[in-house]
């Protein structure tokens, strides 16, 4: 789909007939459209259709965070339950999009993308290093510190650096490869401080409202310089909780 997207000579039916390739992808994106997720009063019954409105790149991101749970198979169920995992991550999304929405930004299915994403290096380190991260989420409790910080010390580096290479990897475009690479602390994230800024505050509004499971054992800290960035109106936030409520359960019925 992105090799389609970025050919300048690509047409809407040249991307809609990439996605039709992938039956399951193609059902999910156009239940999303129909979902209250977009809330659009017609109905959506086409992937054209669904390109029109929703944006071809808006497309893309939405086509790759519905294709991310089928990617990790192999995670020990006994470390970290994945159905639970994927509900913090889609709620994740969900809050960052909806941030993204008040700041007014151009692709809000960007932010929905890199909330799904940003602990994608926890992922990683299960596949590879499953014992370890059993003792760090083990030392965590005991110490009553947080996994990212018992991370640093076991490997150098921790999931939000490691999930960033991957992505780096796989050529996702900078934004999105910052966006997690700061979440947990946005400035670091270069020319992208507000974006990461974003999903900074969208993690711990998942964890705050209890959607789902990370893997870790206690809700991070507001970083003061993020939220200071983002200037929102403390008014904000009881509005964004009820909206994630509604657009996170139409995600999960349509995602898991």
């Known amino acids: ?16 007939a990439v996605i039709r390739e992938d039956t399951g992808l193609s059902a999910r994106i156009l239940r999303l459209a129909n979902s209250a997720f977009y809330g659009y009063p017609s109905e959506i019954d086409t992937i054209e259709r669904a390109l029109t409105i929703i944006g071809i790149q808006q497309m893309s991101d939405l086509a790759l965070a519905t294709s991310m749970m089928h990617i990790f198979q192999d995670i020990p169920e006994n470390i970290i339950n994945m159905n639970s995992f994927w509900e913090h991550s889609i709620a994740c999304g969900v809050a960052a999009r909806i941030l993204a929405m008040h700041k007014r930004e151009p692709n809000v299915e960007r932010y929905f993308l ?3 994403l940003h602990d994608i290096g926890r992922l990683i ?21 947080l996994v990212i910080n018992l991370e640093i010390q076991e490997f150098g580096l921790d999931h939000a650096e490691i999930g960033a290479h991957l992505m780096h990897s796989w050529n996702l ?10 979440h947990h602390q946005p400035q670091k994230a270069n020319h992208f401080k507000e974006a990461a800024s974003i999903i900074h505050v969208a993690d711990l509004l998942a964890h705050t409202l209890q959607l789902g499971v990370s893997g870790e054992n206690f809700i991070p800290s507001l970083n003061e310089e993020a939220w200071e960035l983002l200037n929102f109106s ?21 995602m898991l």
């Open 1 to 16: 789909i992105n090799e389609v997207v970025k050919r300048s000579s690509s047409s809407m039916a040249d991307i809609g």
């Open 114 to 116: 890199g909330g799904i």
């Open 125 to 145: 380190l299960l596949q590879q290093l499953p014992s370890e991260v059993q003792k760090t989420i083990r030392l965590s409790k005991e110490k009553k510190v």
């Open 173 to 182: 475009p900078e934004n999105l490869v910052n966006m997690v690479a700061g």
């Open 234 to 254: 403390p008014h904000v936030l009881p509005m964004v909780g009820d909206q994630i409520q509604v657009q996170y359960d139409s995600a999960i019925a349509i």
